[in-house]
């Protein structure tokens, strides 16, 4: 598969789209489950979440 080639760029472009719908439901989920908590326990929450999030897609992939 050459680098420029049509199905190439569809590809990595389908992949890009999936990784940022993924990216912004996965901001929407560590929001809504971190929006009662405390100040202090909520910005833990947010780094502990977005962390985890990158952590499992770097496996995963």
Known sequence: ???LSTEFLW???SIIFSD???AGDNAIVIGMAARKLPLEQ???AVIWGTAGAIGIRLLST
Do not use: W, Y
């Open 11 to 13: 590809a990595l472009l």
């Open 20 to 22: 940022l719908v993924l």
């Open 42 to 44: 909520q910005k833990k």
């Open 1 to 3: 598969m050459e680098f």
